[in-house]
Protein backbone atom coordinates (compact mmCIF):
# COMPACT_ATOMS: atom_id res chain seq x y z
CA UNK A 1 0.00 0.00 0.00
CA UNK A 2 1.06 3.46 -0.49
CA UNK A 3 0.85 5.98 1.77
CA UNK A 4 1.98 10.24 2.53
CA UNK A 5 1.77 10.64 6.13
CA UNK A 6 2.39 14.93 7.35
CA UNK A 7 1.28 14.45 11.26
CA UNK A 8 1.10 18.74 11.17
CA UNK A 9 -2.09 20.12 10.46
CA UNK A 10 -0.78 23.60 11.10
CA UNK A 11 2.48 25.15 11.63
CA UNK A 12 3.27 29.06 12.16
CA UNK A 13 6.64 30.57 11.63
CA UNK A 14 8.15 33.65 12.03
CA UNK A 15 9.50 36.08 8.81
CA UNK A 16 12.88 35.20 8.08
CA UNK A 17 13.49 32.34 9.43
CA UNK A 18 13.56 28.69 8.60
CA UNK A 19 10.88 26.12 8.82
CA UNK A 20 10.64 22.34 8.35
CA UNK A 21 7.55 20.45 7.23
CA UNK A 22 7.34 16.66 7.65
CA UNK A 23 6.46 13.87 5.77
CA UNK A 24 6.97 10.30 6.42
CA UNK A 25 5.83 7.91 3.53
CA UNK A 26 5.43 4.29 3.20
CA UNK A 27 5.59 2.29 -0.30
CA UNK A 28 6.43 -1.46 -1.65
CA UNK A 29 8.08 0.68 -4.60
CA UNK A 30 11.57 -0.43 -5.27
CA UNK A 31 11.91 3.06 -7.41
CA UNK A 32 9.49 5.70 -6.63
CA UNK A 33 10.00 9.97 -6.27
CA UNK A 34 8.59 12.44 -3.62
CA UNK A 35 7.11 16.12 -4.58
CA UNK A 36 5.50 19.08 -2.38
CA UNK A 37 3.15 21.09 -3.44
CA UNK A 38 1.89 24.38 -2.64
CA UNK A 39 -1.59 25.37 -2.33
CA UNK A 40 -1.71 28.71 -1.89
CA UNK A 41 -5.64 30.56 -0.69
CA UNK A 42 -6.59 30.96 -4.32
CA UNK A 43 -6.51 27.06 -4.74
CA UNK A 44 -3.97 26.46 -7.01
CA UNK A 45 -1.39 23.64 -7.21
CA UNK A 46 2.28 24.91 -7.60
CA UNK A 47 5.25 22.37 -8.00
CA UNK A 48 7.55 23.29 -5.68
CA UNK A 49 10.50 20.52 -5.66
CA UNK A 50 11.21 16.63 -5.99
CA UNK A 51 13.52 14.08 -4.92
CA UNK A 52 13.83 10.52 -6.98
CA UNK A 53 14.61 7.58 -4.39
CA UNK A 54 17.64 6.92 -6.17
CA UNK A 55 18.90 10.63 -6.00
CA UNK A 56 21.92 10.39 -4.03
CA UNK A 57 22.10 14.06 -3.02
CA UNK A 58 19.34 15.98 -1.48
CA UNK A 59 17.03 18.16 -3.59
CA UNK A 60 17.03 21.88 -3.77
CA UNK A 61 15.56 24.67 -5.72
CA UNK A 62 16.20 28.05 -4.04
CA UNK A 63 14.99 28.70 -0.88
CA UNK A 64 13.47 25.32 -1.07
CA UNK A 65 15.38 22.26 0.02
CA UNK A 66 13.69 18.51 0.82
CA UNK A 67 15.48 16.34 3.56
CA UNK A 68 15.12 12.66 2.56
CA UNK A 69 16.03 10.44 4.88
CA UNK A 70 15.48 6.54 2.86
CA UNK A 71 15.93 4.66 5.90
CA UNK A 72 13.33 6.21 7.89
CA UNK A 73 11.04 6.91 4.84
CA UNK A 74 10.84 10.62 5.14
CA UNK A 75 11.12 13.55 3.11
CA UNK A 76 10.93 16.75 4.76
CA UNK A 77 10.50 20.17 3.02
CA UNK A 78 12.69 22.60 4.50
CA UNK A 79 11.96 26.55 3.85
CA UNK A 80 14.81 29.08 4.39
CA UNK A 81 14.12 32.39 4.74
CA UNK A 82 10.44 32.30 5.08
CA UNK A 83 8.36 35.36 3.30
CA UNK A 84 4.93 36.01 4.09
CA UNK A 85 3.89 34.81 0.65
CA UNK A 86 4.74 31.02 2.09
CA UNK A 87 1.78 31.20 3.70
CA UNK A 88 -0.10 28.22 2.19
CA UNK A 89 -1.22 24.57 2.65
CA UNK A 90 2.17 22.72 1.54
CA UNK A 91 0.74 18.86 -0.20
CA UNK A 92 3.68 16.25 0.36
CA UNK A 93 3.15 13.52 -2.59
CA UNK A 94 4.84 10.38 -3.79
CA UNK A 95 5.20 9.17 -7.29
CA UNK A 96 3.43 5.16 -7.18
CA UNK A 97 2.68 2.51 -10.08
CA UNK A 98 -0.68 1.22 -10.47
CA UNK A 99 -1.50 -2.18 -11.13
CA UNK A 100 -1.13 -1.19 -14.83
CA UNK A 101 2.28 -0.10 -14.19
CA UNK A 102 1.81 3.01 -14.96
CA UNK A 103 2.64 6.02 -12.31
CA UNK A 104 0.39 8.05 -10.53
CA UNK A 105 0.45 10.55 -7.32
CA UNK A 106 -0.88 10.16 -3.90
CA UNK A 107 -0.77 12.66 -1.45
CA UNK A 108 -0.49 13.61 1.72
CA UNK A 109 -3.86 15.34 3.72
CA UNK A 110 -1.50 18.97 3.68
CA UNK A 111 -0.23 21.37 6.20
CA UNK A 112 -1.05 24.68 6.81
CA UNK A 113 1.85 27.17 6.95
CA UNK A 114 1.34 30.68 8.60
CA UNK A 115 4.31 33.25 8.11
CA UNK A 116 4.26 36.07 10.88
CA UNK A 117 5.85 38.87 10.74
CA UNK B 1 0.53 29.06 -23.60
CA UNK B 2 -2.17 28.68 -21.43
CA UNK B 3 -1.37 26.05 -20.00
CA UNK B 4 -4.41 23.30 -17.98
CA UNK B 5 -7.41 24.92 -18.01
CA UNK B 6 -10.89 23.12 -16.92
CA UNK B 7 -14.18 24.80 -17.12
CA UNK B 8 -16.29 25.67 -15.21
CA UNK B 9 -15.13 27.00 -12.38
CA UNK B 10 -18.21 26.61 -10.06
CA UNK B 11 -20.69 24.48 -10.42
CA UNK B 12 -23.81 23.13 -8.60
CA UNK B 13 -26.14 20.41 -9.22
CA UNK B 14 -29.02 18.43 -7.84
CA UNK B 15 -28.80 15.22 -6.89
CA UNK B 16 -29.11 12.55 -10.08
CA UNK B 17 -27.87 15.55 -12.58
CA UNK B 18 -25.47 14.54 -14.81
CA UNK B 19 -22.35 16.84 -16.22
CA UNK B 20 -19.15 16.77 -17.65
CA UNK B 21 -15.69 19.02 -16.57
CA UNK B 22 -14.03 19.86 -19.57
CA UNK B 23 -9.89 19.89 -19.30
CA UNK B 24 -7.91 21.15 -21.98
CA UNK B 25 -3.88 21.24 -21.78
CA UNK B 26 -1.74 23.30 -25.04
CA UNK B 27 1.70 21.65 -23.89
CA UNK B 28 1.10 18.91 -25.85
CA UNK B 29 1.48 16.45 -23.08
CA UNK B 30 0.83 12.72 -23.00
CA UNK B 31 -0.46 11.97 -19.77
CA UNK B 32 -3.66 13.84 -18.03
CA UNK B 33 -5.13 13.16 -15.07
CA UNK B 34 -8.55 13.53 -12.88
CA UNK B 35 -8.40 14.25 -8.77
CA UNK B 36 -10.64 15.29 -6.24
CA UNK B 37 -9.98 17.08 -3.31
CA UNK B 38 -12.12 16.76 -0.13
CA UNK B 39 -11.63 19.35 2.60
CA UNK B 40 -8.86 18.81 4.85
CA UNK B 41 -7.30 16.37 2.99
CA UNK B 42 -5.07 15.86 -0.16
CA UNK B 43 -5.81 15.48 -3.63
CA UNK B 44 -6.88 11.98 -4.52
CA UNK B 45 -6.77 10.27 -8.26
CA UNK B 46 -9.52 9.41 -10.16
CA UNK B 47 -8.92 8.85 -13.47
CA UNK B 48 -5.38 8.95 -15.33
CA UNK B 49 -4.78 8.80 -19.15
CA UNK B 50 -1.60 8.04 -20.43
CA UNK B 51 -2.35 8.79 -24.07
CA UNK B 52 -4.92 9.38 -26.38
CA UNK B 53 -6.79 6.33 -26.26
CA UNK B 54 -6.20 5.02 -23.17
CA UNK B 55 -7.48 5.72 -19.26
CA UNK B 56 -6.57 4.01 -16.08
CA UNK B 57 -8.70 3.76 -12.95
CA UNK B 58 -7.53 5.71 -10.18
CA UNK B 59 -8.19 5.65 -6.28
CA UNK B 60 -11.79 6.73 -6.58
CA UNK B 61 -13.20 6.26 -9.84
CA UNK B 62 -16.44 5.05 -8.68
CA UNK B 63 -19.29 7.46 -9.84
CA UNK B 64 -17.04 8.78 -12.96
CA UNK B 65 -16.34 8.18 -16.13
CA UNK B 66 -13.94 9.85 -18.29
CA UNK B 67 -13.05 10.26 -22.12
CA UNK B 68 -9.66 11.11 -23.69
CA UNK B 69 -10.83 13.03 -26.96
CA UNK B 70 -7.87 14.12 -28.30
CA UNK B 71 -4.05 14.89 -27.14
CA UNK B 72 -5.53 17.75 -25.18
CA UNK B 73 -8.58 17.42 -23.89
CA UNK B 74 -9.32 14.97 -21.17
CA UNK B 75 -13.59 15.12 -19.72
CA UNK B 76 -14.74 13.86 -16.59
CA UNK B 77 -18.35 13.10 -16.70
CA UNK B 78 -20.32 12.57 -13.44
CA UNK B 79 -23.66 10.33 -15.10
CA UNK B 80 -26.07 10.94 -11.96
CA UNK B 81 -24.21 13.24 -9.01
CA UNK B 82 -24.81 12.30 -5.43
CA UNK B 83 -23.85 14.75 -2.88
CA UNK B 84 -20.50 12.51 -1.52
CA UNK B 85 -19.20 14.15 -5.30
CA UNK B 86 -18.87 17.39 -3.41
CA UNK B 87 -15.22 18.27 -3.70
CA UNK B 88 -13.26 20.08 -5.59
CA UNK B 89 -12.08 18.46 -8.86
CA UNK B 90 -8.67 19.21 -10.39
CA UNK B 91 -6.81 18.59 -13.91
CA UNK B 92 -3.36 17.36 -14.63
CA UNK B 93 -0.96 17.18 -17.37
CA UNK B 94 2.37 16.01 -17.35
CA UNK B 95 5.16 15.25 -19.88
CA UNK B 96 6.53 12.47 -21.19
CA UNK B 97 9.73 11.75 -19.25
CA UNK B 98 9.53 14.38 -16.13
CA UNK B 99 7.95 14.05 -13.35
CA UNK B 100 6.40 16.99 -12.40
CA UNK B 101 2.53 17.42 -13.16
CA UNK B 102 1.15 20.62 -13.92
CA UNK B 103 -2.08 21.34 -12.49
CA UNK B 104 -5.32 23.32 -13.71
CA UNK B 105 -7.21 26.21 -11.13
CA UNK B 106 -9.57 23.32 -10.42
CA UNK B 107 -13.52 23.10 -10.38
CA UNK B 108 -16.02 23.85 -7.70
CA UNK B 109 -19.00 21.41 -7.60
CA UNK B 110 -21.47 21.06 -5.07
CA UNK B 111 -23.90 18.53 -5.46
CA UNK B 112 -27.27 19.39 -3.04
Known amino acids: AQKITQTQPGMFVQEKEAVTLDCTYDTSDQSYGLFWYKQPSSGEMIFLIY??????QNATEGRYSLNFQKARKSANLVISASQLGDSAMYFCAMRYSLDTGRRALTFGSGTRLQVQP | NAGVTQTPKFQVLKTGQSMTLQCAQDMNHNSMYWYRQDPGMGLRLIYYSASEGTTDKGEVPNGYNVSRLNKREFSLRLESAAPSQTSVYFCASRPTGAYEQYFGPGTRLTVT
Open chain 1, 51 to 56: QGSYDE
